[in-house]
């Protein structure tokens, strides 16, 4: 250890002791180690994820990385064959590939694209396309012309010729559309393939390919790709599933995409299970159907108000004094503790109502909890002049410790009678607060006068602006 100099000079530091030294440096050293360490982990873990993304396979043997690769292209190729007015494409069931062609085009494929026709002359034609393949088939049937001794050609769609030449041009006339034909099909067939192919990868995302599966005898049935999404809604299944975008365009309001009105469930459920609701509140059923949600969705009601709605109920009337789920009741016979979320999951309650009687109910309870008479419309009234519960609580407890006194009073000088409407009017400062204040000092008067500047109708200033002590 080193030597504590005690005669060392102001303003010169004794030493630190060399153990003190070697255990900072230790530390120093253990936390780089540690945060290092943190470091690695982490990386590896990133990197764990990312050759998993490359490297596993699903069930049917394919990785995440090649199933996003062929969604992207699917979605290149419907952006092309939607916005371009010159090209059309689909996706290479094989490679996985977009395919670009020009659309009503197909001269492009040197392979069905006819060079030459050659007459062999034994009823055979010799058929040499630009791609250098060679097809020789029998393409006609000759017979002599009695009248002309000339050899007639029969053309395949029955057409007869005595000049070859003209016959061998026709026929390569009819090769070029029926095989531009083919073609035109083939690539209006891909464009459906990938129409398909696309829907049904939006649709997997979800759970839901079972809604897309039954549209594939599209693909062969020549139906336009664009006319895909609109096929898929009008089934019986998709609209069950998506039953409340009906009710909104019923209403005026717009249908929700898939991807809203999927997410905007996923949001509700989210919020019942923080809020601890019971699962049957929000338990999938055939197709992933929410049933609860449908009249949320219906009424356009969004997380946030779900969860407002359901924090008004359990904060403000469940989890708080009996008194308010009491004066609830009371006030309003339909709605009692035990459904209380049943009214406030009830789009057709609005919020603003539902706080407004539960407000009241908070005001009746803190009256009850006096031991004061509790009234709706005085409680709405107190509600609409802004008193909240806290306020409530304090101003009736102030009533209670002077309105027997005060009606005791009026009764013994023969004044009018000194009632809880009075004295509310008072101290939560309602119209009339100047008269019922008068009212209670001349009591306070008459007492003091009698018996010698004593009473117990006690003075004094509101403890608040709208609630406090006399």
């Known amino acids: 250890m080193a030597r504590l100099d005690r005669n060392m000079p102001d303003g010169v530091n004794t030493p630190t002791s060399f153990s003190t030294v070697d255990e900072q440096t230790k530390a120093r050293a253990q936390a780089s180690a540690l945060a290092e360490a943190a470091k690695q982990a982490q990386e590896a873990d990133l990197q764990a994820a990312e050759d998993e993304y490359y490297t596993k396979k699903d069930s049917q043997g394919k990785t995440q990385a090649q199933r996003d690769m062929v969604k992207n292209a699917l979605k290149t190729a419907a952006e092309i064959r939607d916005t371009s007015t010159t090209k059309s494409a689909y996706v290479d069931p094989k490679t996985g590939k977009v395919v670009t062609m020009a659309k009503g085009n197909t001269s492009s494929n040197l392979d069905n694209e006819v060079d030459t026709v050659v007459d062999n002359g034994d009823g055979t034609v010799t058929t040499t396309y630009k791609s250098g393949r060679k097809v020789t088939n029998k393409a006609y049937n000759t017979r002599a012309d009695e009248s002309s001794n000339k050899k007639v050609y029969t053309a395949s769609d029955g057409k007869e010729f005595t000049d070859q030449q003209a016959y061998v041009d026709y026929e390569i006339s009819l090769r070029d559309s029926t095989m531009q034909k083919n073609l035109i099909a083939e690539q209006n067939k891909a464009e459906r393939r990938s129409a398909y192919d696309l829907l049904f990868s939006e649709f997997k995302q979800y759970g839901l390919e079972a809604l897309v599966t039954p549209l594939k005898s599209l693909i062969e049935e020549g139906v336009s790709p664009s006319e895909f999404t609109l096929r898929l809604r009008e089934t019986d299944a998709y609209k069950k599933r998506f039953a409340a975008n009906a009710q909104r365009v019923a209403k005026g309001l717009r249908a929700l995409s898939e991807a809203e009105y999927i ?133 009736f407890g102030t009533i209670a410790g ?69």
Do not use: C, H, W
């Open 263 to 395: 997410g905007t469930e996923d949001q509700y459920q989210d919020v019942m299970r923080r809020y601890g609701m019971p699962e049957s509140y929000y338990t999938k059923g055939e197709l992933g159907i929410q049933s609860g949600f449908e009249k949320f969705l219906a009424g356009d009601v969004s997380a946030v108000e779900l969860e407002d709605r359901i924090q008004t109920a359990q904060n403000r009337v469940v989890n708080s004094n009996p008194e308010v789920a009491k004066a609830l009741k009371e006030f309003y016979p339909g709605i009692s503790n035990g459904d209380i979320l049943a009214y406030v999951l009830d789009p057709t309650n609005a919020i603003e109502q539902i706080k407004r009687k539960v407000t009241a109910a908070e005001i009746g309870g803190a009256a009850i909890q006096s031991g004061l008479q509790a009234g709706v419309a005085r409680a709405e009234e107190l509600g609409a002049a802004g008193i909240t519960k806290q306020q409530a609580q304090q101003g």
């Open 402 to 470: 002077g309105l027997q006194r005060g009606s005791q009073l009026a009764s013994i000088y023969g004044e009018d009678p000194y009632s809880q409407a009075i004295a509310e009017t008072e101290v939560f400062g309602l119209a009339g607060k100047t008269e019922a204040e008068k009212q209670r000092k001349k009591l306070t008067g008459l007492e003091k006068a009698t018996f010698g500047g004593q009473t117990g109708l006690t003075t004094g200033a509101l403890s608040q602006e709208r609630a406090g002590a006399y």
